[in-house]
T-cell receptor, first 109, second 114 residues
Framework: ELKVEQNPLFLSMQEGKNYTIYCNYS?????LYWYRQDPGKSLESLFV?????AVKQEGRLMASLDTKARLSTLHITAAVHDLSATYFC?????????FGAGTRLTVKP | GAVVSQHPSRVICKSGTSVKIECRSL??????MFWYRQFPKKSLMLMAT?????????EQGVEKDKFLINHASLTLSTLTVTSAHPEDSSFYIC??????????FGPGTRLTVT
Protein backbone atom coordinates (compact mmCIF):
# COMPACT_ATOMS: atom_id res chain seq x y z
CA GLU A 1 0.00 0.00 0.00
CA LEU A 2 1.26 3.42 -0.94
CA LYS A 3 1.98 5.57 2.10
CA VAL A 4 3.04 9.18 2.13
CA GLU A 5 4.73 10.85 5.07
CA GLN A 6 5.14 14.58 5.22
CA ASN A 7 7.03 16.62 7.77
CA PRO A 8 6.93 18.86 9.55
CA LEU A 9 3.19 19.04 10.15
CA PHE A 10 3.41 22.56 11.51
CA LEU A 11 5.94 25.18 10.55
CA SER A 12 6.18 28.68 11.90
CA MET A 13 8.67 30.80 10.05
CA GLN A 14 9.86 34.33 10.20
CA GLU A 15 9.71 36.42 7.09
CA GLY A 16 12.92 36.27 5.12
CA LYS A 17 13.97 32.85 6.39
CA ASN A 18 14.42 29.64 4.40
CA TYR A 19 12.99 26.25 5.19
CA THR A 20 12.28 22.85 3.63
CA ILE A 21 9.27 20.56 3.78
CA TYR A 22 9.90 16.86 3.25
CA CYS A 23 7.74 14.21 1.63
CA ASN A 24 8.64 10.52 1.82
CA TYR A 25 6.69 7.78 0.11
CA SER A 26 6.74 4.04 0.40
CA UNK A 27 6.50 2.51 -3.08
CA UNK A 28 7.39 3.23 -6.67
CA UNK A 29 5.52 6.25 -7.90
CA UNK A 30 4.45 7.50 -11.31
CA UNK A 31 4.43 11.14 -10.34
CA LEU A 32 4.55 13.46 -7.36
CA TYR A 33 2.55 16.62 -6.79
CA TRP A 34 2.74 19.59 -4.49
CA TYR A 35 -0.42 21.54 -3.69
CA ARG A 36 -1.29 24.60 -1.70
CA GLN A 37 -4.54 24.94 0.21
CA ASP A 38 -5.81 28.13 1.78
CA PRO A 39 -8.41 27.92 4.57
CA GLY A 40 -11.83 26.97 3.26
CA LYS A 41 -10.54 26.54 -0.28
CA SER A 42 -9.70 23.65 -2.56
CA LEU A 43 -6.27 22.69 -3.80
CA GLU A 44 -4.05 24.83 -5.96
CA SER A 45 -1.55 22.88 -8.00
CA LEU A 46 2.03 24.05 -7.49
CA PHE A 47 4.28 21.45 -9.08
CA VAL A 48 4.19 18.10 -10.85
CA UNK A 49 7.40 16.10 -10.70
CA UNK A 50 7.76 13.19 -13.06
CA UNK A 51 11.30 11.91 -13.03
CA UNK A 52 14.30 11.37 -10.82
CA UNK A 53 16.26 14.54 -10.31
CA ALA A 54 13.40 16.77 -11.44
CA VAL A 55 13.58 20.28 -10.04
CA LYS A 56 10.96 22.95 -10.55
CA GLN A 57 10.86 26.49 -9.27
CA GLU A 58 8.15 29.10 -9.09
CA GLY A 59 8.88 32.29 -7.24
CA ARG A 60 10.05 31.53 -3.71
CA LEU A 61 9.15 27.83 -3.94
CA MET A 62 11.33 25.09 -5.36
CA ALA A 63 10.43 21.41 -5.50
CA SER A 64 12.70 18.47 -6.18
CA LEU A 65 12.32 14.73 -6.54
CA ASP A 66 14.67 11.86 -5.73
CA THR A 67 12.94 8.67 -6.80
CA LYS A 68 15.72 6.45 -5.51
CA ALA A 69 15.32 7.83 -2.01
CA ARG A 70 11.54 8.16 -2.53
CA LEU A 71 11.81 11.69 -1.30
CA SER A 72 10.59 15.04 -2.49
CA THR A 73 11.33 18.40 -0.96
CA LEU A 74 9.62 21.76 -1.14
CA HIS A 75 12.06 24.52 -0.36
CA ILE A 76 10.90 27.95 0.67
CA THR A 77 13.27 30.83 0.11
CA ALA A 78 12.98 34.15 1.92
CA ALA A 79 9.47 33.47 3.16
CA VAL A 80 6.80 36.14 2.95
CA HIS A 81 3.44 36.32 4.73
CA ASP A 82 1.54 35.47 1.53
CA LEU A 83 3.03 31.97 1.63
CA SER A 84 1.08 31.15 4.79
CA ALA A 85 -1.11 28.16 3.85
CA THR A 86 -1.21 24.38 4.14
CA TYR A 87 1.00 22.51 1.70
CA PHE A 88 0.33 18.94 0.66
CA CYS A 89 2.42 16.51 -1.27
CA UNK A 90 0.60 13.76 -3.12
CA UNK A 91 2.00 10.66 -4.75
CA UNK A 92 0.41 8.78 -7.58
CA UNK A 93 1.04 5.12 -8.20
CA UNK A 94 -0.99 2.36 -9.86
CA UNK A 95 -3.78 4.84 -10.53
CA UNK A 96 -4.20 5.88 -6.91
CA UNK A 97 -3.27 9.22 -5.44
CA UNK A 98 -2.35 9.42 -1.78
CA PHE A 99 -1.85 12.63 0.11
CA GLY A 100 0.56 13.50 2.86
CA ALA A 101 -0.86 14.86 6.10
CA GLY A 102 -0.07 18.42 5.08
CA THR A 103 2.25 21.07 6.48
CA ARG A 104 0.58 24.09 7.96
CA LEU A 105 2.93 26.97 7.29
CA THR A 106 2.64 30.26 9.12
CA VAL A 107 4.96 33.08 8.15
CA LYS A 108 5.31 35.74 10.80
CA PRO A 109 6.66 39.26 10.38
CA GLY B 1 -6.29 25.25 -18.43
CA ALA B 2 -8.51 22.42 -17.29
CA VAL B 3 -11.40 23.56 -15.11
CA VAL B 4 -13.50 21.46 -12.77
CA SER B 5 -16.60 22.84 -11.14
CA GLN B 6 -18.61 21.60 -8.20
CA HIS B 7 -22.15 22.39 -7.21
CA PRO B 8 -23.27 23.38 -4.70
CA SER B 9 -20.33 25.05 -2.98
CA ARG B 10 -22.12 24.89 0.36
CA VAL B 11 -25.12 22.90 1.50
CA ILE B 12 -26.91 22.50 4.79
CA CYS B 13 -29.29 19.61 5.17
CA LYS B 14 -31.25 17.99 7.95
CA SER B 15 -30.28 14.67 9.40
CA GLY B 16 -31.88 11.80 7.51
CA THR B 17 -32.15 13.58 4.18
CA SER B 18 -30.05 12.99 1.09
CA VAL B 19 -27.92 15.49 -0.74
CA LYS B 20 -26.38 15.37 -4.19
CA ILE B 21 -23.11 17.00 -5.18
CA GLU B 22 -22.20 17.50 -8.82
CA CYS B 23 -18.72 17.55 -10.29
CA ARG B 24 -18.22 18.74 -13.86
CA SER B 25 -15.21 18.97 -16.11
CA LEU B 26 -15.87 22.12 -18.09
CA UNK B 27 -13.35 22.04 -20.91
CA UNK B 28 -12.17 18.47 -21.17
CA UNK B 29 -13.50 14.95 -21.08
CA UNK B 30 -12.85 13.22 -17.81
CA UNK B 31 -12.46 9.49 -18.18
CA UNK B 32 -11.88 9.18 -14.45
CA MET B 33 -13.21 11.20 -11.56
CA PHE B 34 -12.21 10.97 -7.93
CA TRP B 35 -14.07 11.92 -4.77
CA TYR B 36 -12.22 13.02 -1.67
CA ARG B 37 -13.32 13.94 1.80
CA GLN B 38 -11.49 16.35 4.06
CA PHE B 39 -12.18 16.91 7.73
CA PRO B 40 -11.13 20.21 9.30
CA LYS B 41 -7.39 20.61 9.50
CA LYS B 42 -6.84 17.15 8.07
CA SER B 43 -5.60 15.76 4.80
CA LEU B 44 -7.66 14.60 1.85
CA MET B 45 -8.91 11.03 1.99
CA LEU B 46 -9.83 9.30 -1.23
CA MET B 47 -13.37 7.94 -1.04
CA ALA B 48 -13.86 6.45 -4.46
CA THR B 49 -12.72 6.40 -8.05
CA UNK B 50 -15.21 6.37 -10.88
CA UNK B 51 -14.75 5.68 -14.55
CA UNK B 52 -17.35 6.82 -17.02
CA UNK B 53 -19.98 4.21 -17.60
CA UNK B 54 -18.86 1.80 -14.93
CA UNK B 55 -19.36 1.30 -11.23
CA UNK B 56 -17.26 3.28 -8.82
CA UNK B 57 -14.43 1.66 -6.89
CA UNK B 58 -14.70 2.52 -3.22
CA GLU B 59 -11.83 2.73 -0.77
CA GLN B 60 -11.83 0.46 2.22
CA GLY B 61 -14.15 1.71 4.93
CA VAL B 62 -16.31 3.84 2.63
CA GLU B 63 -19.92 2.68 2.55
CA LYS B 64 -21.00 2.41 -1.06
CA ASP B 65 -24.68 2.35 -0.13
CA LYS B 66 -24.30 5.59 1.77
CA PHE B 67 -22.13 7.45 -0.72
CA LEU B 68 -23.65 6.80 -4.13
CA ILE B 69 -21.46 7.77 -7.05
CA ASN B 70 -22.62 8.05 -10.60
CA HIS B 71 -20.41 8.89 -13.56
CA ALA B 72 -22.91 8.89 -16.36
CA SER B 73 -21.00 11.03 -18.83
CA LEU B 74 -17.47 12.12 -19.60
CA THR B 75 -18.10 15.51 -18.02
CA LEU B 76 -20.27 14.78 -15.00
CA SER B 77 -20.00 12.74 -11.85
CA THR B 78 -22.34 12.97 -8.88
CA LEU B 79 -21.93 12.02 -5.25
CA THR B 80 -25.13 11.46 -3.28
CA VAL B 81 -24.88 11.28 0.48
CA THR B 82 -27.89 9.25 1.53
CA SER B 83 -29.57 9.50 4.92
CA ALA B 84 -27.04 12.07 6.00
CA HIS B 85 -25.97 12.34 9.62
CA PRO B 86 -23.98 15.04 11.41
CA GLU B 87 -20.82 12.91 11.20
CA ASP B 88 -21.07 13.17 7.40
CA SER B 89 -20.45 16.90 7.67
CA SER B 90 -17.22 17.52 5.82
CA PHE B 91 -15.56 19.19 2.86
CA TYR B 92 -16.01 17.08 -0.25
CA ILE B 93 -13.65 17.64 -3.16
CA CYS B 94 -13.79 16.02 -6.57
CA UNK B 95 -11.07 15.78 -9.14
CA UNK B 96 -11.13 14.81 -12.77
CA UNK B 97 -8.59 13.26 -15.08
CA UNK B 98 -8.57 13.29 -18.84
CA UNK B 99 -5.96 12.38 -21.37
CA UNK B 100 -3.13 14.27 -19.68
CA UNK B 101 -3.24 11.94 -16.66
CA UNK B 102 -3.04 14.91 -14.30
CA UNK B 103 -5.88 15.36 -11.81
CA UNK B 104 -7.66 18.68 -11.74
CA PHE B 105 -9.47 19.55 -8.55
CA GLY B 106 -12.85 21.14 -8.08
CA PRO B 107 -13.43 23.99 -5.62
CA GLY B 108 -15.05 21.71 -3.05
CA THR B 109 -18.45 21.42 -1.40
CA ARG B 110 -18.93 22.07 2.28
CA LEU B 111 -21.66 19.86 3.66
CA THR B 112 -23.21 20.58 7.04
CA VAL B 113 -25.76 18.14 8.41
CA THR B 114 -27.89 19.48 11.25
Amino acid sequence: ELKVEQNPLFLSMQEGKNYTIYCNYSTTSDRLYWYRQDPGKSLESLFVLLSNGAVKQEGRLMASLDTKARLSTLHITAAVHDLSATYFCAVEGAGDMRFGAGTRLTVKP
Amino acid sequence: GAVVSQHPSRVICKSGTSVKIECRSLDFQATTMFWYRQFPKKSLMLMATSNEGSKATYEQGVEKDKFLINHASLTLSTLTVTSAHPEDSSFYICSARGGSLEQYFGPGTRLTVT
